[in-house]
């Protein structure tokens, strides 16, 4: 489903399912940053990975109101979670086990998105060959048992080290080296951010978001 789609289906909705200001605009920043990846997916997949991840981000990101921020793989992990509840047409599942399976399995054999191999170039006691065969053998478990939760768990573990590559600058700008993860991210995440999203319009607690709106009228210096 299109962000355009998306949106009028989330207007439609928004007020029926009595979804909070908190929610709503969780969505809302969710699918504009949806709408840009689509805009640059077919000429920039590193600009489309970027705004897709940040749309992701919009999704999961939860600010737990004490100074002891949950980790972001346990933050993933409870969207995961929740996100299974409602796919009761397992949309997911088929996104995963069967239209894209072929990109899955090639991040998650990836050496490059695994982020043991970058701290043992730093750190030499770190045996990150036989971490990631045991990780590599995790995944292959996930998919022979139809694992959905671990599988995407898995993966989200792969793209977050894609991502940081990006948004930290250690990788170049359109450059010629170790491309195919980037495809193979903007292929995969363009399909699953609008079925997260779609999944999300159901009223639930989805935690409360960063940054809520402030009216510049209303607040306090």
């Not at 207007?11 to 979804?19: C, F, V």
Request: charged content about 35%.
């Amino acid at each position: 489903m299109h962000s355009e789609e998306l949106h009028e289906k989330f207007r439609a909705i928004r007020d029926s399912r009595n979804l909070d200001d908190t929610h709503r605009t969780r969505l809302h920043r969710a699918i504009s940053w949806l709408k840009c990846a689509e805009k640059h997916s077919e000429s920039d997949d590193d600009i489309a990975v970027i705004a897709l991840w940040i749309s992701f981000n919009s999704c999961y990101s939860i600010d737990s109101n004490n100074h002891s921020l949950k980790p972001e793989k346990q933050k993933v992990n409870l969207l995961i979670e929740k996100l299974l509840e409602f796919d009761t047409k397992n949309v997911l599942y088929d996104l995963l086990f069967d239209k894209y399976l072929v990109e899955v399995k090639r991040l998650i054999n990836n050496k490059f998105i695994y982020e043991p191999y970058w701290r043992s170039r730093k750190e030499a006691d770190i045996d990150w060959k036989a971490s990631f065969t045991k990780a590599r053998r995790s995944a292959r478990i996930s998919l022979e048992k139809g694992d959905t939760a671990k599988l995407l768990s898995i993966l989200i573990d792969r793209l977050y080290v894609l991502r940081n590559q990006l948004i930290h600058g250690g990788a170049t700008y359109k450059g010629g080296v170790n491309r195919e993860q980037v495809r193979d991210a903007k292929d995969l995440l363009i399909d699953l951010i609008p079925t997260i999203i779609e999944t999300m319009f159901n009223k639930a607690d989805w935690g409360e978001i960063f940054y809520p709106v402030v009216d510049p009228e209303k607040s306090h210096k």
